[in-house]
């Protein structure tokens, strides 16, 4: 056991989970390795977190027991072949990937008995508010799950689901944050639009989507208990809210949700 970390993919996914478990505490910096192909990439790494880099994943497996897969679907099916006879079944795999089923990595491994979890985790994570659900093959044990959850829990939330459900998890909160930011960013330049200056717009925007979600989490209530609760009769939110559902606001985000899951699905090949 060498009880370190590998984090195969240096992007902005693998960075949001190294910089969140660090920030953790879950694992030192002497204990993590990320592999990367981007020489500039692997010095931004080594000198913004003082991990171990390396441009060879081979050296990732080698010195890994835990291997995060954090590199883009579409190249996924080359690294595997290319890697397979560097796995073994000490290590734990660990999987981010969009849209690719758990049955994929043993194909392109050859092998049946490795143990891989799937996670769809989200960016939130660099500041340990992510959210993450995960699946493990049939040869993943309790302690291998635990310790998946373990990871995850570090930077944020993570519950377990059926593999099945992977999909959707990736439309709704993998994808999430960019809606989110999209809503944010339209919020903001909606104040502008209406006279304020954009440093006011921007803090009352921040910390009216943080008050609301913090209400919804405090008070246990149904969001639209709360939405009631903001709405006069004949005030201003009525007014706001006729032109958001004349619109087709709350249809629009169940499309792009479901436009998401999708494309989660067509990525593993499965549409
Ligand atoms: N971004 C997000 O919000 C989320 C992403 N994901 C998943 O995480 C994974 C990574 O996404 P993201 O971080 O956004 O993508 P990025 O493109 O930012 O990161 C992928 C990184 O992997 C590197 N890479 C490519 N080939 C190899 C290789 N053979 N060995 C080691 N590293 C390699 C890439 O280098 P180079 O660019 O030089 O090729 C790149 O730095 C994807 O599978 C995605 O589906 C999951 C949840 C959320
Ligand atoms: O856009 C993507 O494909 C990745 C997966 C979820 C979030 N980002």
Excluded at 58 to 79: C, E, F, Y
């Amino acid at each position: 056991m060498t009880n370190k970390l590998g984090c195969i993919g240096g992007g902005q996914m693998g960075e949001a989970l190294i910089k969140g478990i660090l920030q953790s505490g879950l694992y030192p910096k002497e204990q993590i390795v990320v592999a990367d192909p981007d020489a500039d990439r692997r010095q931004f790494l080594e000198q913004t977190y003082s991990v171990a880099t390396s441009g060879n994943s081979a050296d990732v497996w080698l010195t890994s027991d835990t291997v995060i897969l954090a590199v883009k679907p579409q190249v996924m099916g080359r690294l595997l072949r290319r890697d397979k006879d560097h796995v073994s079944e000490r290590h734990l795999i660990i999987t981010i990937a969009a849209g690719l089923p758990l049955s994929f990595y043993n194909d392109c491994l050859n092998a049946r008995a490795y143990r891989i979890i799937r996670v769809m985790p989200n960016t939130p994570a660099l500041v340990l508010e992510g959210a993450s659900a995960l699946s493990g093959n049939e040869n993943v044990t309790a302690t291998d799950l635990q310790q998946a959850i373990g990871i995850f829990n570090s930077v944020g939330k993570a519950i377990v689901v059926a593999e099945e459900y992977l999909d959707a998890v990736t439309g709704l909160s993998g994808s999430g944050p960019a809606y989110v930011f999209t809503f944010t960013e339209a919020m903001i330049d909606a104040g502008v639009k209406c006279g304020l200056p954009r440093n006011v717009a921007e803090a009352l925007t921040l910390q009216t989507i943080l008050g609301s979600v913090n209400l919804l989490r405090q008070s246990g209530e149904h969001p639209a208990v709360q939405r009631a609760r903001v709405t006069s009769p004949g005030g201003t939110t009525i007014a706001g809210l006729h032109v958001l559902e004349r619109a087709g606001f709350s249809g629009i985000i169940i499309d792009a949700v479901e436009a998401a899951t999708r494309r989660s699905l067509e990525l593993g090949g499965k549409r």
